[in-house]
């Protein structure tokens, strides 16, 4: 008869999949705006162009962005691939203000750094030569402008890195930043939005090693412990991670 039930060999399983699920919420994660042609709660559309989806894809739920807005001017989406569409904008002025901008936001259900801000723009030749992008990593506190730069002549990234942390604050159950793009000094033509990307890598949240929960241990000595692998231990285990006789995942 085996000695050790079934229920309690499943554990070292379930203990691999916890990890790997972990270190997936280690890896980078996006959020993608690229108005592509498929249906969705916002779409944009105009009768010369043709119809996009205006909400971001990507995140896997531990970052999302909000839909993009588009304050005082017209949008028309038109395609630069098949399926996959570019928002030609209207009615930028040639002074920059307060009532023409583009904005998006995003929520982090974790601590994240922000990698890098990726916009792919252009314009048309009287529309728009500059572009203002300002930004916060905390909606409650006010945006910075990190940038006035020419628009490029054709479609091109404009990259931002290193631009801090999203913190979640004490009490709130997740975290935001707040993207503004202003483009300004044109003649009258479109500034053509293609796409925009934004990429996090959670933080590390753990300031607790292993030496230090190994001295405050509780030791458990009723019944066998077993390794991750299913194998049985002896009644003082190392630093790592067991499966004890009341099958509780145990860290020392």
Request: glycine share 10%; net charge negative; charged share 15%.
């Amino acid at each position: 008869m085996d000695p050790y039930p079934m229920n309690t060999r499943k554990w070292p399983l379930m203990v691999a999949l916890l990890m790997a699920v972990m270190t997936f919420g280690q890896q980078s994660q996006s959020i993608m705006y690229k108005w592509l042609n498929v249906p969705c709660s916002e779409m944009l559309n105009c009768d010369q162009g043709c119809s996009a989806c205006n909400l971001s894809s990507g995140g896997n739920g531990v970052l999302i962005g909000t839909n993009m807005a588009w304050i005082g001017v017209s949008t028309c989406p038109v395609p630069v691939a098949s399926g996959d569409n570019a928002v030609l904008t209207y009615g930028w002025p040639s002074i920059a203000d307060d009532q023409h901008y583009v904005i998006f936001s995003g929520i982090a259900a974790v601590p994240m750094r922000i990698d890098s801000l990726i916009i792919n723009h252009t314009s048309a030749t009287n529309g728009p030569e500059r572009l203002k992008v300002a930004f916060t990593n905390d909606v409650a506190a006010p945006m910075a402008e990190i940038s006035d730069a020419l628009v490029p002549p054709s479609f091109d990234n404009i990259v931002f890195t290193e631009l801090g942390e999203i913190a979640v604050p004490p009490g709130s159950p997740y975290g935001s930043f707040q993207v503004k793009l202003t483009p300004y000094q044109g003649w009258g033509e479109p500034w053509g939005l293609n796409e925009v990307r934004v990429v996090c890598t959670p933080v590390e949240q753990s300031g607790v090693g292993i030496n230090e929960v190994w001295n405050n241990r509780t030791l458990v000595t009723v019944g066998p412990w077993f390794d991750v692998m299913g194998r049985r231990t002896g009644e003082e285990p190392a630093p790592g991670v067991y499966v004890g006789p009341a099958k509780r995942v145990r860290v020392f």
